[in-house]
């Protein structure tokens, strides 16, 4: 089945710095999800991607849809202490009934 | 944006019993929910797909007659752990996606996690 590859596993920042993450698949995905999850929570919806070569921002976040529709990346300019959680990212493909495939996630810990 | 309820948020019971979640879409209508497992820092697990009124579809290696979903409307979904065990112990969480919403309704978007502890 398609897999995602998500790096890093894990970031230890200082707070103002920016911080980039990005997922890689062995295959095409027609939409790009970026997500983040804080403990004992649901994940949370960031930024959604449709088109390959899309460049979409919302505040202080910037994800990148890739050109080869199987790449993806997400930044985070200035952190502050309420950037720290898990990151995941989902690619979907037609006809998947919609299902996402999730990457492993990037623990994020942004430090005063 | 939409809101997807889930509920319980934490449930114990005793092993042998049987615990049910609900997954409401509490603004929109929702043709497809979603219910994955997580477990201690890793990634979600899809458990199943749920269409309103039609069978569930599980993924391999997911027990259909333990973990029991009911999708009866458009904007509620449930997961029924049946017999449960201390090995079904973990973080449940269910999605839903919005009708016609997205390029292709793709954005889901989640409850709150039901973190079910069987002792």
């Known amino acids: 089945g398609q897999q995602l590859n998500q790096s890093p596993q894990s970031m230890f920042i200082q707070e103002g710095e920016d911080v980039s993450m990005n997922c890689t698949s062995s295959s095409i995905f027609n939409t790009w999800l970026w997500y983040k999850q804080d403990p004992g929570e649901g994940p949370v919806l960031l930024i959604a991607?449709?088109?390959?070569?899309e460049l979409t921002s919302n505040g202080r976040l910037t994800a990148q849809f890739g050109i080869t529709r199987k790449d993806s990346f997400l930044n985070i300019s200035a952190s502050i202490p309420s950037d720290v959680g898990i990151y995941f990212c989902a690619g979907q493909t037609h006809g998947s009934a919609r299902q996402l495939t999730f990457g492993s996630g990037t623990q994020l810990t942004v430090l005063p | 944006g939409a809101v997807v309820s889930q509920h319980p948020s934490r449930v114990i019971c005793k092993s042998g019993t049987s615990v049910k979640i609900e997954c409401r879409s509490l603004d929109f209508q929702a043709t497809t929910m979603f219910w994955y497992r997580q477990f201690p820092k890793q990634s979600l697990m899809l458990m199943a797909t749920?269409?309103?009124?039609?069978?569930?579809?599980?993924e391999q290696g997911v027990e259909k007659d333990k973990f029991l979903i009911n999708h009866a409307s458009l904007t509620l979904s449930t997961l029924t752990v049946t017999s449960a065990h201390p090995e079904d112990s973990s973080f449940y969480i269910c999605?839903?996606?919005?009708?016609?919403?997205?390029?292709?309704?793709?954005?889901?978007?989640f409850g709150q996690g039901t973190r079910l502890t069987v002792v």
């Open positions: 991607l449709y088109k390959a070569g």
């Open positions: 749920s269409n309103e009124g039609s069978k569930a579809t599980y």
């Open positions: 999605s839903a996606t919005h009708r016609g919403r997205g390029s292709l309704g793709a954005e889901a978007f």
